[in-house]
């Protein structure tokens, strides 16, 4: 019985301990180091091109709009050349994104052919899309341009119109600003204030030259 007693006691007090790797993580941590580990400067090419799209549509016609308001009283005027300029503006960064990228594109290809090397899956990949890119410019470049146009399309007093394209134009810089910010993982605030700044900026000196030309009679 003794005998018994004692092994009973090793046996309790034998403990086996497995030690496994590092896979039970929690699930918040595998995504925050998922994220450190994220390289951001890979979504500069597309966030530069679509950031700058959209604000280069909202400033150019909130600008162009102020200017026609400057001298011009009538809606229809505005309108139609906000309108005209939205055409013209996308248009123009189409063909713009599309002779840039299809220039890096043959650059790219003539190095691959002078290091002999073979275009597979993965080169494709890298390779940049001067379709993609024109058709991207020119939809972001329309985006931005409307927000002024629809703004202003259902204002009849002119003076709250100009108002109000500016307030609505303010607004919409400010969050094209944020998102480009949250998106690339740089300061809001910084990024906020440059974009805002510059399109008053626009705003004001097309707006500010037009009435002085207008009042001169040329």
């Known amino acids: 019985m003794a005998a018994l ?6 046996s309790l007090n034998h403990v086996d301990i497995s030690i496994h790797g590092n896979h039970s993580l929690p699930h918040g941590q595998c995504q925050e180091g998922e994220a450190e580990d ?6 500069g090419q597309w966030l530069r091109a679509a950031t700058l799209g959209a604000n280069d549509g909202l400033v150019s016609i909130a600008s162009l709009m102020m200017g026609v308001g400057a001298v011009k009283e009538d809606i229809t005027a505005m309108i139609l050349a906000g309108f005209a300029g939205l055409v013209a503006g996308a248009c123009s960064m189409a063909i713009g994104e599309f002779v840039s990228v299809y220039t890096q594109l043959d650059i790219e290809l003539a190095q691959m052919k002078r290091d002999n090397r073979r275009r597979d899956s993965t080169e494709n990949e890298k390779l940049p899309n001067p379709f993609q890119a024109a058709i991207a410019s020119a939809l972001s470049f329309a985006l931005g341009a409307m927000i002024p ?4 399309a259902f204002i009849r007093e002119h003076k709250v119109r100009l108002g109000v394209i500016v307030a609505t134009s303010s607004l919409a810089l400010l969050a094209f600003g944020g998102l480009g910010a949250v998106l690339g993982r740089t300061p809001v605030g910084r990024s906020c204030a440059r974009v805002l700044v510059g399109g008053w900026m626009a705003m004001a ?5 037009t009435r002085l030309i207008g009042a001169t009679g040329l």
């Open 5 to 10: 007693e004692l092994n009973g006691q090793q």
């Open 38 to 43: 994220f390289d951001y400067s890979k979504r």
């Open 149 to 152: 146009l629809l703004a202003a």
């Open 205 to 209: 000196i097309t707006f500010g030259l």
